[in-house]
């Protein structure tokens, strides 16, 4: 197994700064030309694993002002996890060391909204649908806005399903090798609050 230089404190640091330059109008581009694809060329040591969003507004290296070889980012509609995230996830937990999963749902999801407000789609937009209503129907009438906290609940039963899953994933958690975190991108004002 390959073991990251970097800690997973020092990974969410990294994401904190990132999201700072970015929204201060300070961004750096960091990593993103030819000398940097030659020193990744070799091979890829990231320092964090992103499950987002699909939505073109929510593009993670553009907001946490990060490169290439950086970001191993997973997307899909609705940052929904299932076996093949979680796959995805031991891989680069496993063969590249990354020491910080982050779950990253966001403000005017359409995938969340889809299943907040129930009825039927079409097509195979339903197996979305089935995987974010556990998380909608937890907070189901709770005071506030309806999406958002649908969106919230999505994102921390993930992170707590990340957490528990073994053999992998759990275990590199409970020996300290990696953490699991949640945050929402507020798709308007650029920023990313992180969950406590
Ligand atoms: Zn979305």
Do not use: W
Request: aromatic share 4%; proline share 5%.
């Amino acid at each position: 197994m390959h073991t990251s230089s970097v800690t997973p404190e020092q990974a969410l640091q990294m994401l904190v700064d990132g999201n700072q330059r970015y929204t201060g109008g300070k961004s750096e581009h960091p990593h993103q030309n030819s000398a940097r694809r030659q020193e990744v060329f070799t091979g890829q040591h990231p320092f964090v694993t992103i499950l987002s969003c699909s939505d073109s507004r929510v593009p993670p290296e553009v907001f946490f002002d990060q490169g290439i070889g950086d970001l191993f980012i997973i997307r899909n509609a609705g940052n929904i996890l299932d076996d093949v995230v979680l796959g995805s996830m031991e891989y680069a937990a496993e063969h590249l060391g990354v020491p910080l999963v982050l779950v990253l749902g966001h403000t005017k999801c359409g995938a969340v909204t889809a299943t907040v407000q129930g009825g039927e789609v079409p097509g195979h937009i339903g197996s979305i649908v089935t995987t974010i209503k556990p998380a909608a129907d937890a907070v189901k009438g709770e005071a506030g806005d309806a999406v958002l906290n649908a969106t919230l609940a999505n994102v921390r039963m993930s992170v707590e399903k990340i957490r528990t899953c073994e053999p992998i994933l759990a275990e590199m958690v409970k020996h300290g090798k990696m953490n699991v975190v949640g945050a929402i991108y507020q798709i308007d004002t650029g920023k990313v609050e992180f969950l406590k």
